[in-house]
């Protein structure tokens, strides 16, 4: 399967799960803990600019806002921005949401402080190259922000895609916290951190292995 159609049939299961996604979101049932460690992992001192790649119905770029934040925010699925926006409407939260392919997104190189990519990079045809454009995105000392986990061991988070469009990711398995390390660094940023330890137990019932790293661009 090419990437392109494969990311046109991805685009198009979130907009079909996306009435729905929320209501079994870890970002909602665990929303208090979710804000906590993103406000740890920021390690932000005043206001920001924080762009959330892939940001679905709006967890990353919501929290962000709420702490202050200014934030743009980009998803390839119509659906799951409208989910979004309604979510920031309803929250009086100010999110500039952008329809947009993490790829093709028009944000500016160089105007972002903080990049977040949750749960998005098992789904991408090309990880490393949303990888390099939160690179590109960020200023000189600024921080990516990189959860994910390891969702092929438990069949409650494996998803529902076909078969060859699953064949079609690579890393469709999810991801362990040494992959993303070695990810990240490929893409040129400094040493990682780890912050899935402030999470007094794991935010995904059935204890997924997952990571919450953050890196820097040197
Ligand atoms: C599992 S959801 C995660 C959403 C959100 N980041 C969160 O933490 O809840 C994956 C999201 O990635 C989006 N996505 C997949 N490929 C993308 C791409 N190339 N560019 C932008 N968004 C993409 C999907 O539309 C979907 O909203």
Redesign the pocket.
């Known amino acids: 399967m090419k990437a392109a159609e494969a990311?046109a049939e991805?685009?198009d299961?979130?907009?079909r799960r996306?009435p729905a996604?929320d209501g079994v979101?870890s970002?909602i049932a665990q929303a208090a803990l979710w804000r906590d460690v993103l406000a740890a992992a920021f390690e932000a001192h005043g206001v920001k600019d924080v762009v959330?790649?892939?940001?679905?119905?709006?967890?990353?770029a919501l929290i962000a806002a709420s702490l202050g934040h200014r934030v743009r925010a980009?998803?390839?699925?119509e659906g799951?921005l409208a989910v979004a926006r309604q979510a920031a409407a309803a929250a009086g939260l100010d999110v500039a949401f952008e329809p947009?392919?993490?790829?093709?997104?028009s944000f500016e190189p160089g105007s972002a402080d903080i990049v977040?990519?949750?749960?998005?990079l098992?789904?991408?045809?090309d990880p490393m190259a949303?990888l390099r454009k939160a690179h590109l995105l960020l200023r000189r000392g600024g921080v990516v922000f990189v959860?994910d986990g390891l969702w092929s061991i438990a069949p409650q988070y494996r998803s529902t895609y076909p078969e060859t469009l699953a064949a079609s990711l690579p890393r469709h398995d999810g991801l362990t916290e040494d992959e993303a390390r070695t990810m990240l660094s490929e893409a040129g940023f400094g040493a990682a951190r780890s912050w899935q330890h402030l999470f007094p137990a794991s935010p995904y019932p059935g204890d997924v292995p997952m990571f919450v790293l953050t890196a820097r661009k040197g």
């Open positions: 990311q991805v685009s299961y979130w907009t996306a996604f979101a970002h959330d790649l892939g940001t679905g119905t709006g967890a990353c980009c998803d390839g699925s799951m947009a392919l993490i790829e093709e997104a977040t990519l949750r749960n998005v098992w789904t991408l045809p949303a959860s």
